[in-house]
């Protein structure tokens, strides 16, 4: 990898008070030094990259013209946020990014002052800017609030609620419109970025609002007529009338990498003391770097990568991961059901459905970053007799809730939630984390709940959860790899509600749900070595419990553990409710439920997290001795 380039702009810039320091002439090579800064960051530490590097001189002009942190600078999703972090005094601590105490891959309130929301999670930014620039009001303040969004955030009906609002408010409001897969319109070179110049000046503003007036006095059928002929011709030039129906005073596109046309016009925009305004901004995700330009869906999220090539440090996969496993046995399940379909809120790739959509592209559905119109959308298909899955993020899924409760789980609609990054995910941290699924979705009446301890049991699931129409459905897998055991060419359809025993012992009792089964046997064989008879078993269902099990399970021994990765309210609850219930606890069983803590895990590498949380085999073993009254080592084994 080779040495870092001088940087002697960038150098210059701890704080945005010192960007403003600048000549606007030397802007030009301050971006140029970040978006190498950037790089050279990310390659080290992996990351988000093409979005930021889409951003950089958006960023550079932001902070040029605003008064940061007074002014407040919201990005949405936050993951285009690192050229930002570098410029605020983040600089030093860049090359932490997703790491163990280190900054967070997104925007941050506890980071800095310069991030005055918090961000993991798309579509939320003119809400919050909204509820900013009213605050402000009632305050009696006069700084700006901006709101940069973008990168597919505007496909998200949350984006168009907060719009409408702010329409109707006429709240001072600026939205930045980041389009950087041209989505909407092309920048149309320099007579674009005259009309944007001219159309967001105050003399504009000011003539524009004095014939407003004077139309006002005119009988009611002109002035209609004259509002609509203004906005069909400056719709005619640059487009926006969508923007312009919602309330906002539209300006744009313009070319979003070119500080000669982004500096006068946000000038314009912070000196026009309008309403909301929206500046539709052109960018190219991954500009300035061949291989980000060339490939922006495999550059939007990158593991370190050698900043020549562009070639990508993963390591060698002993198994395949979760996610193409669910797709291929997906795929199989569609292969001999024409009534399979698959949904999808944009993330295909994410969540395998790219594979399926490949296999069966007229029975694959990607309707953006909807996730509540994804859950009523598959709602539908199952009252039409398909058999719709809902490939969702546990942690997106969350956005959904009103629908999976309102729209499938009331009617009890047969859709099937394939739940992936379920449990902790590493470097993406909390806000990424599907850590409430079993607890959000466990408390539904007549929900099946799912989670395999092995690739090869989500195979099973798959089939099963295919089979299954007389309700609700949902499996749930964690984010990478499988433990490397062999696959069955086609799932077998479970019992349901029936978990396993695979391995019978007298004393201590460890009923695992989930893929901490790998952890829990190996703290079976740790009990072992202190003499500790285990028996360990795989619930496979959270709902509806195995009722027969754990009851034998409570009956034959001392003490019973259950073990999930997932919050507190889960199925270790469900399973302690259901033992009070049959008196089991007055005949002096010992249970502990083992769970997540109840806090927020920040972003690590995922053993450090799992070990945090007290789920690791050490953890498990030390719980069970702990219940039985025993001494507890230190170390267990080395």
């Not at 419109?177 to 909407?184: F, G, Q, V």
């Not at 996730?371 to 959308?377: G, I, K, M, P, R």
Request: proline residues 5%; contains cysteine; negative net charge.
């Amino acid at each position: 990898m080779p040495l870092p380039t001088a940087k002697p702009a960038l150098d210059s810039v701890r704080t945005p008070a010192d960007l403003r320091r600048l000549p606007e002439d030397r802007l030009r090579q301050l971006a140029d030094e970040l978006r190498q800064e950037t790089i050279e960051a990310v390659s080290v530490t992996g990351g988000h990259l093409g979005a930021g590097l889409g951003v950089v001189e958006l960023t550079v002009a932001l902070h040029y013209v605003f008064d940061t942190p007074d002014d407040r600078l919201i990005w949405d999703v936050g993951h285009q946020c690192y050229p930002h972090k570098i410029l605020t005094d983040r600089r030093d601590r860049i090359r932490t990014l997703r790491r163990g105490g280190g900054l967070s891959g997104f925007t941050n309130r506890a980071e800095s002052d310069y991030d005055p929301f918090g961000a993991g999670h798309s579509s939320t930014s003119i809400s919050a800017g909204l509820g900013m620039a009213v605050a402000r009001d009632l305050k009696g303040g006069d700084n700006h609030v901006v709101c940069v969004i973008g990168d597919g955030a505007m496909s998200a009906g949350m984006a168009y609620e907060a719009m409408n609002n702010a329409g109707a408010l006429g709240s001072r409001l600026i939205v930045i419109l980041n389009d950087n897969d041209m989505s909407i319109a092309p920048p149309t070179g320099a007579m674009s970025a005259y009309l944007a110049r001219l159309a967001s000046s105050r003399t504009y503003l000011s003539l524009r609002d004095i014939g407003r007036g004077l139309v006002r006095k005119l009988p009611k059928f002109v002035e209609r007529g004259a509002a609509k002929a203004e906005e069909y011709a400056r719709g005619l030039a640059m487009g926006g009338t969508l923007f312009e129906e919602l309330g906002f005073y539209y300006v744009g596109p313009i070319d979003g990498h070119n500080l000669d046309h982004l500096l006068p016009v946000l000038k314009n925009v912070r000196d026009a003391g309008h309403g909301p305004i929206l500046v539709h901004v052109v960018t190219q995700k991954g500009k300035g770097y061949g291989p980000a330009e060339e490939s922006d869906d495999k550059y939007h999220g990158v593991s370190a990568f050698d900043v020549v090539s562009g070639a990508q440090a993963k390591p060698k996969a002993n198994a395949p991961t979760y996610t193409r496993v669910f797709a291929e046995a997906l795929i199989r399940e569609a292969e001999a059901d024409e009534r399979v379909v698959a949904v999808t809120a944009a993330m295909p790739g994410g969540t395998g459905l790219d594979l399926f959509g490949r296999a069966f592209p007229a029975r694959t559905f990607d309707v953006g970053i909807a996730e509540q119109h994804a859950v009523t959308f598959a709602a539908g298909l199952a009252t039409e007799g398909l058999k719709p899955f809902c490939a969702i993020y546990s942690t997106f899924l969350q956005r959904a809730y009103d629908q999976v409760v309102h729209d499938v789980a009331i009617q009890r609609l047969p859709v099937r939630f394939a739940l992936d990054r379920a449990g902790l995910v590493g470097a993406d941290g909390a806000t990424h984390a599907g850590a409430y699924d079993l607890a959000y979705l466990g408390c539904l009446p007549d929900f099946v709940l799912m989670a395999p301890a092995d690739e090869a049991e989500l195979v099973h699931m798959v089939a099963t959860a295919a089979a299954y129409d007389e309700g609700p459905s949902a499996f749930r897998y964690p984010r990478g790899e499988g433990v490397g055991v062999e696959l069955p060419t086609r799932g077998e359809v479970l019992p349901i509600g029936r978990g396993r025993v695979l391995r019978e012992g007298a004393t201590v009792a460890l009923l695992s749900l989930g893929t901490r089964l790998a952890a829990v046997r190996e703290a079976a064989e740790e009990l072992g070595l202190r003499g500790v008879s285990a028996t360990v078993a795989d619930a496979r269902f959270a709902k509806p419990l195995d009722r027969e099990l754990i009851l034998r399970l409570a009956r034959a021994h001392e003490v019973l553990l259950t073990v999930e990765e997932g919050s507190s309210g889960g199925f270790g609850a469900a399973v302690l409710q259901l033992l009070a219930g049959e008196g089991a606890l007055d005949r002096g069983l010992k249970i502990r439920t083992l769970a997540l803590p109840d806090r927020f895990i920040e972003h690590d590498k995922p053993e450090v997290q799992v070990a945090e949380a007290g789920l690791d085999a050490r953890a498990i073993a030390a719980a069970a001795l702990a219940a039985l009254g025993r001494e507890v080592r230190p170390a267990l084994r080395a």
